[in-house]
């Protein structure tokens, strides 16, 4: 019997690892969920659950149909139609992905306020004194959540949906032309069912989005099941309830999951990578194209440029007035180190995962890629509940091994700067994973080969000759995950260091408090980092748009910019 080398038994000892580290927090759930004496149950399933099952439903319901709309009509408009600043709109709307859900939820508080400059100012011009002589609609409730989730979540539709009209639908638009379709009758007969795998995907990477937030859902007053996970551990220091809550939200995730797949036939929106016709847009002229104008820049004003506005006049007037908080630079520092060590450890074992395939086993390796996907199908919460058992667990083994008292402080436990990265690299894991297995997939099978023949193995080839031709892939992804971390609101409200703020959990405090303006520069930042991998999807887009007419539009796509697409792709399926 041949004798198995050492680098392939060390390969699988770490497949199993790595197993074990994805669905501990599951099982984990399980466990601390069965630990409950079953008292609070009843007080649970009376009078918690039936309302935190009807908001989440119908903020899920609402969003759902906010961002199909929003997405699939504003990537029709631009794939469709030309008119004068469509290259502008077409950029811009990508914007509102830089912007927090409870940033914006944040800023739109203040501005709506009673007291605020949009009701103060309707009062000014209508001669009114008093609040109470303009009624107002109430920004915090269940409508008013769902308004503003959908306008930042938008562009998680948007982005897909646009690519594949661009991409696969012109000869048939082009044939339904030939038949007398207009404009109208082309986009719901043919486009849109041509867009559902795009429409079904990008909804599903929003929805998961919606029931992540706990920030804008608590600073509007829906009382969703996330949120209830989070009052239930932390304001009534019951874990096993906020377990069994917990549970609910990701029977019920994988169940939309599976929907989600079933709406889309098990089909990707990606083209067959042959070249396609270009879509021919129509052009528009005198007021329609002003009104094509219009509509495009609605949902950017709403989603990113009135939030942006309004933070950057609230800081700068606090900057003049007593100064910046001293604590922002510590802050800023912290939400920095703890984003950059997730991201090292998240890129170094997503190019592992991805490449596990190859290192180890086919099937094996593609069952990888798929469990890499439970963190991100979790919500932070739900994910902050799960990891609590493993992390306890990992702590004892580690102080036994270094023969430290168990009473001493925790090493990786609850409130150590190492749970933190280790819950961040769970959640975006499969962030990472499918853009580097998308780069890998655009190497030509001869290069690795070609080394294979030369006596280097797996391992040696991935790190000498696959790695340095992935490096635009493997830095998008780290890009996004950085990003991600860094607005990451629940994992990092429940797992932080003690006396430990980062940008996100000092503006969630001066929400909570009230104080608004004194949490805008906080908010600022955060949309400035959000920034960053939203202007490099801009300008790589744009890079890609400048071709030679008649060619297919997907055909000059710069590598980072299909490694986007794809791991966006991969992360809404991944768990399906």
Known sequence: MPAIPVARLLGWAAFGVLVMALLAPVLSLAVAASEGTGELWPHLVAYVLPQA??????????????VIGLGAGAAWLVAAFDFP??????????????????????????LMHPLGPVQSGLRALFGLTSPRDLPFPDLRSLPGCILLLGFVLYPYVYLPTRALFLMRAGSLLEAARMLGAGPARSFLRVALPLARPAVALGTGLALMEAVNDVGAAEFLGVRTLTVQVYAT????????????????????????????????GGRGYAGSGRREQAMARRPLTGWRSGLALGLGLVPVVIGFAAPAAYLSASALRLALSVGLPASLVAEAANTILYAGLATALVVGVGLLIAAAPTLLNPRAGKALIRMAGLGYAMPGTVLAVGLLGPLALLDATLADGLGLRSTGPALVGLGTGAALVIG?????????????????????????????????????????????????????????VFVDIA??????????????????????????????EDGAAAALLI???????VATLIGIDRAGADRKPGKAPVARRDRPMRALEISAERGGRSVG
Do not use: C
């Not at 600043?85 to 203040?110: H, M, N, S």
């Not at 932390?234 to 019920?252: H, K, T, Y």
């Open 53 to 66: 099952l009807r908001d989440t439903a119908l903020l899920l319901a609402g969003v759902g149909l906010m």
């Open 85 to 110: 600043g469509r290259r502008f709109v077409e950029a811009a709307l990508l914007l509102p992905l830089a912007v927090p859900t409870y940033v914006v939820a944040y800023a739109y508080l203040d």
């Open 233 to 264: 551990w932390v304001n009534r220091s019951d874990l096993p309830g906020a377990a069994q809550i917990a549970l609910v939200i990701l029977g019920s995730i994988l169940l939309f999951v599976g929907l989600e797949r079933l709406a889309r």
């Open 424 to 480: 961040y690299g769970l959640r975006f894991l499969t962030i990472s994973v499918g853009a580097t297995e998308a780069g890998l997939a655009r190497i030509p099978r001869s290069i690795p080969d070609a080394a294979r023949m030369l006596g280097r193995g797996r391992l040696a080839t991935l790190i000498g000759v696959q790695l340095p031709l992935v490096r635009p892939a493997l830095l998008s992804g780290a890009l996004l």
């Open 487 to 516: 607005k990451e609101l629940p994992l990092t409200l429940l797992l932080r260091p003690l006396n430990v703020e980062t940008l996100s959990t000092h503006l969630y405090g001066e929400a909570a408090r009230g104080t608004y």
């Open 527 to 533: 949309v400035a980092i959000g920034l960053i991998p």
